[in-house]
């Protein structure tokens, strides 16, 4: 794909995925918060996401939301696997869509790295001192091969096959409900060495069945859960994937895994790939790609120039102009920052008045933008007499 040219900042322009008309290129990306109770969305999420839309974002993702109860990756992670979960999402999808954004949901399974604490707990697995001080009870994780994170995780249980056919049809009731939410976009979790990362990547993938040894079978069960999502969820609403598209440098699962991947995925019905990395541990003496300004777009450049899929870019991306310059290079077609998002929730309209001068109040809420652009010409330096 060449390189754009257009008059106007091409992140302030819309963008069509399917039906959706996404109203501009900046994208919250997912982040878990940890607060949620037995999954339920609350004021918190409603508040902590309303945010992003008064700011100007013209996609939120909600954070990680487990299709299974057991795919949590902690007690405070947000779920979807009872159909009671979905009036709390559904008031933060029509908060978001009065205010001008659309919604996302990732769906996800945390696998291998289900039932940890919190990270300001310290991140590692539950054990007892949680249950006694915090009600935290810890439960069996998952994945692919009785392979765990790392010395200190419990080995999780492998997945056998009837195990996978629940699991596919949890994706799918999961997609259901985020549907009947309002959500406008899905994104699958198979990054961060969750679930569906561990059958993918060969360092944590060891099964000598159909979904294990060769790339064909390790991403058997990842495809077949796009699949049966993309085949429920409404056929006008995008679906995305979000991959870890290098487990580290030269080692485990490549680029040109990636590259394959999303090929499938797109055969499938796919839109567009979210370019993550890293998630599984590496073997002594590897490391992971280093975490510079904009790391991750080469991965999105390559899947995007060789397979023509869209992609979005993530990871340390954070001034307006060089967003932009991701764009107008054709290395991406979306935007996604996290972090920075958490520092200024109005990062989109402040990148639009950056990027656009005064036509970028438009991105603002009314009732801001009205007392904000009048002190703005009072703020302005005037001609002296
Ligand atoms: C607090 C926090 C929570 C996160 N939770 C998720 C998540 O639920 N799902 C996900 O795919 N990535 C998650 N991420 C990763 C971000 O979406 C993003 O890919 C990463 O932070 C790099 O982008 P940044 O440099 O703009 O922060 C999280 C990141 C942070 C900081």
Redesign the pocket.
Known sequence: MEPRSTNGPLLFEPFVLRNLVLPNRVVV?????YGAQEGYADDFHLVHLGRFALGGAGLVMM??TAVQRHGRGTDGCLGIWLDGHVQGLRRITTFLHRHGSKAGL?L?HSGPKASTQRPWHGGGPLGVEDAVRRREYAWEPLSASATPVDEASPTPRPLDEAGMDILVEDWCVAARRAAEAGFDVLEL?F??GYLLHAFLSPLTNQRGDDYGGPLENRMRLPLRIARAVREVFPEDRPVLV?ISAVDGMDIGWSIDDSVELARRLAAIGIDAITC?SGGVKLPKGHVLVSRDPGFQIPFAERIRRETGVPTVA?????SAEQAEGILREGRADLI???????FNPNWAGQAALELEGSRGWRWWPETFRWWLERRARQLAPRPRP
């Open positions: 990306s997912p982040m878990s918060t954070e990680a990732q996800g979790h990054a961060h979000r993550s993530v990871g340390m991306i954070r996604a920052l996290a972090r920075e998002m958490l």
